[in-house]
């Protein structure tokens, strides 16, 4: 489940790099503003916003490696996560909550959405 999720989230930061580079400049009046999709949404933001955030994306997945358990090399554990405290059984919630916005993408499976109290 842990290596399907983050091949997930891999193509869809992939998908939303790929609509800022077909984004349309809105205006000269907004010549730094760009319409383009995330997550299947039509956006409109700044080029530096859209690229931070699929940076900062990119960057979460790989603070989150996982390790697989030597008993069972099918699921593992968030290395972050265990460091801190937090062990469990990958994915960890850090990377579910990156996914929660690509909830509506087909490919997205219900088992990946966090399990936080107070969330459904």
């Given at each position: ?15 939303d790099e790929r609509s800022i580079g077909d ?39 790989s603070a989150h490696p996982i390790e697989p ?14 460091r801190g405290g937090a062990a469990g059984i ?31």
């Amino acid at each position: 489940m842990t290596t399907e999720l983050l091949a997930f989230l891999d193509a869809r930061i992939t998908d939303d790099e790929r609509s800022i580079g077909d984004a349309q400049t809105v205006s000269s009046a907004l010549p730094r503003h760009v319409v383009g999709t995330m997550g299947g949404t039509t956006v409109l933001m700044s080029a530096w916003r859209f690229h931070a955030e699929t940076e900062a994306k990119r960057r979460i997945l790989s603070a989150h490696p996982i390790e697989p358990y030597d008993d069972d090399p099918t699921i593992g554990f968030c290395q972050e996560c265990q460091r801190g405290g937090a062990a469990g059984i990958a994915p960890c919630t850090t990377l579910r909550l990156l996914a929660l916005p690509y909830a509506d993408h087909p490919d997205y499976r219900p088992e990946w959405r966090p399990h936080v109290t107070g969330w459904t």
